[in-house]
RNA sequence: GGGGGUGUAGCUCAGUUGGUUAGAGCGAUCGCCUGUCACGCGAUAGGUCGAGGGUUCGAGUCCCUUCACUCCCGCCA
């Protein structure tokens, strides 16, 4: 018989009565009433309700034990009378009449209470990590994102794909974000980077003819931190396919997230089938590559209307002329939400910086009800009525400016007033495929040609008949799975012919000799027969988050560092000693 | 690198237009209480008001500097 336990502290039940029992775990909770003692007993499992009265020898001891003290409590299972049941807990229906008791594990005075449903200060939760991981939420969330991983490993290894290992020390990568650096002891001068993601040992495994991979990949980038996003380190659900198209990649993706949400979530999945959308449809739908399709408002580009000679409208016309757009978001139904509703979001919309939003309602007869409608004829809002769907009844909110402000406001706008209809179903998920990414971009500042996502992704079509004049009009094959408006990752058919790598990175300003030194590893291996291959990564985290319903990437992480990068418990980063530097041939130079 | 928020007892917070000795709940310590499950009741201890400087007869409160935490922008192929 183990020495600490017989049971768990979530095991005993009402056909254990009468069993001699030994219990061990932190007092979570006392009620003293002077000569009868109840005691809450917690373990990872549950909890079990321990009690003992004055005629023990150990009473008066016990009493003054410390909340979160791990004790061994040795005692007989015994009935609950029925007022006394508690139904919030599993054991609710016995307790322990403690005999002896044991402390196995003393505590001092608490930093933070454990038993709380109170919020308390990152510092003080980071630095006592190990007890606010004790507390239910937090304990939960931490089993949860244990759950949903072996899930997902054991859904990919039923698929058919190989669970590899791929370097943590690796070298720099040219493209992306910051590395972390590890400098090399053997190779004086020289450092290791930690993987952003295993992107090219990923297609190196396809290369070496091992067909279906995955990882649960740790990545490290060395980046600021969001409140979804941590700083340093993240894990990937990195997964790549050879000999396969994008469907088929759609498809396992597809299959794994909806077993994956259905079984860890009773939130309704609104399709089965993610839609799909095409990158340049959903700029111009919901102004953003992310949308959150739980929101039904849509935005609709009326610039045209603005031609017309029987529109006066002359702030918005005369913008059009120079170039600018309109795009408008109809609401439903909104004929008799009071002045104020329209004027919130038009001050609100200044408060996001651009100059407003103009709105008018669409009334009985066909005229418009706001400070603009006058501008409008019959005919004109007839025409806008058919291109946005409106009805009689619905209103329009309008913004006039270029394509990129336009897409940040309209986006937002949509977003809040959504928020303000409360039109957001909180209790469902709502998929999406991105798909046809342009292979490159302008740079907003330099007006050069760049890779706008993947440099390494196949661009589409037939490859015989792509015009590399035109770079911007070159769609790539790639894609973003999103939910509820959060990226949840990218994905993409790789590039796996040599010659036509080498043309792509010639339009982004790299010559042969550049790309050969930079991807060294990936080129070379591409020209020894590498087939067609593709994949994605789809963030642990953003999906924990999710079924979690946490907004705070901390929540869901075990040992998170602070928004400095820093762990307050280990100290980490810490300084080394003279000699660690020496032996790597290191010195500092820190600027005060 | 930039912008916003927060910082008062071990923890969570209140603190009025600048005005006496800075308060509450939880926790701690001590006492009372045999059916609680946020047990109850009474008492006690506990404060560099993040730090430094300034204005003022007088600063938790106003001003400046600075630090910490956090949210956002930049950044994250």
């Known amino acids: 018989m183990n020495r ?28 003293d009433h002077g000569n009868l003692l109840f005691i809450d007993l917690r373990d ?25 003290t791990v004790i061994k409590i040795n005692g007989e299972v015994v009935n609950r009378s029925t007022e006394t049941i508690n139904k919030e807990i599993d054991t609710g229906e016995i307790e322990v009449s403690i005999k002896s008791y044991e402390i196995l594990g003393t505590c001092k005075e608490l930093p933070l209470p454990v038993f709380s ?51 943590i020390l690796t070298s720099s990568s040219p493209e992306g974000a910051r590395d972390f650096l590890v400098p090399s002891r053997l190779n004086p001068g020289k450092f290791y980077a930690l993987p952003q993601a295993p992107q090219q040992f990923k297609q190196l495994i396809m290369v070496s003819g091992f067909d279906k991979y995955f990882q649960i990949a740790p990545c490290f980038r060395d980046e600021d931190a969001r409140a979804d996003r941590s700083p340093g380190e993240f894990y990937q659900l990195d997964l790549e396919m050879s000999f396969v198209e994008q469907e088929e990649i759609f498809k396992v993706v597809e299959k794994l997230l909806l077993n994956t949400f259905k079984k860890f979530s009773n939130k309704k999945i609104i399709t089965d089938k993610f839609p799909k959308i095409s990158y340049s449809d959903a700029l111009l739908k919901y102004g953003t590559d992310k949308p959150d399709l739980r929101n039904p408002l849509i935005i609709n580009d009326i610039t045209e209307i603005f031609s017309r000679d029987d529109v006066s409208f002359d702030i918005f016309k005369k913008l059009v002329k120079s170039g600018s757009k309109v795009r408008c978001i109809v609401t439903k139904n909104t004929q008799d939400k009071p002045r104020s509703f329209f004027d919130n979001i038009d001050k609100w919309a200044k408060e996001q910086g651009a100059s407003g939003l103009a709105y008018f309602t669409f009334e009985k007869g066909i005229s418009a009800k706001g400070p603009i409608g006058k501008f409008f004829s019959r005919d004109a809002l007839m025409e806008i009525m058919k291109k946005t769907n409106a009805k009689i009844g619905d209103s329009i909110f309008l913004a006039c400016n270029s394509k990129i402000e336009l897409e940040k406001i309209t986006s937002l706008a949509r977003d809040k007033i959504a928020q303000d209809l409360d039109l957001i179903d909180n209790n469902t998920f709502a998929f999406c495929w991105i798909v046809d990414y342009p292979m490159y971009e302008r740079d907003v500042i330099s007006k050069k040609i760049k890779f ?24 790539a094959y790639q894609y973003d799975i999103v939910c509820n408006g959060i990226e949840l990752s990218s994905g993409a058919i790789r590039n796996h012919i040599p010659e036509l790598m080498y043309k792509l990175f010639s339009i ?32 642990i985290e953003r999906i924990v988050m999710l079924l979690a319903n946490e907004k705070n990437i901390r929540e869901i992480t075990m040992f998170p560092m602070n928004q400095n990068a820093q762990d307050l418990m280990m100290n980490a980063p810490s300084e080394i000693s003279e000699n660690q530097l020496k032996e790597l041939n290191l010195y500092l130079n820190v600027k005060k």
């Not at 017989?6 to 006392?30: P, Q, Y």
């Not at 499992?45 to 004055?54: A, F, L, S, W």
């Not at 937090?138 to 058919?160: A, D, Q, T, W, Y």
């Open 4 to 31: 600490y336990r017989s049971h768990n502290c979530n095991e005993l039940r009402k056909k254990d009565v009468g069993n001699d029992v030994l219990l061990s775990g932190w007092i979570n909770k006392k009620r």
């Open 508 to 539: 982004a300003g790299y010559n042969k000799d550049e790309v050969n030194k930079k991807f060294s590893g990936m080129i070379n291996a591409l020209s020894y027969g590498a087939p067609p291959h593709g994949g994605i990564a789809p963030g």
């Open 44 to 68: 990872n499992y549950g909890i079990t309700q321990c009690i003992i009265d004055k005629k023990n020898t150990q009473f008066n001891d016990l009493e003054k034990v410390q909340l979160e």
């Open 117 to 167: 449903d109170q919020e308390y200060s990152e510092e003080i939760r980071l630095k006592y990590r190990f007890l606010d991981l004790r507390r239910k939420k937090i304990h939960e969330n931490i089993l949860l994102r244990s759950k949903v991983i072996s899930f997902i490993r054991n859904e990919m290894i039923k698929m058919g794909f190989l669970e590899f290992q791929t370097p």
């Open 452 to 475: 706008s996502h993947n440099p390494f992704s196949m661009p589409q079509g037939n490859l015989n008949e792509i015009n590399f004049e035109k770079p911007l009009d070159i769609l």
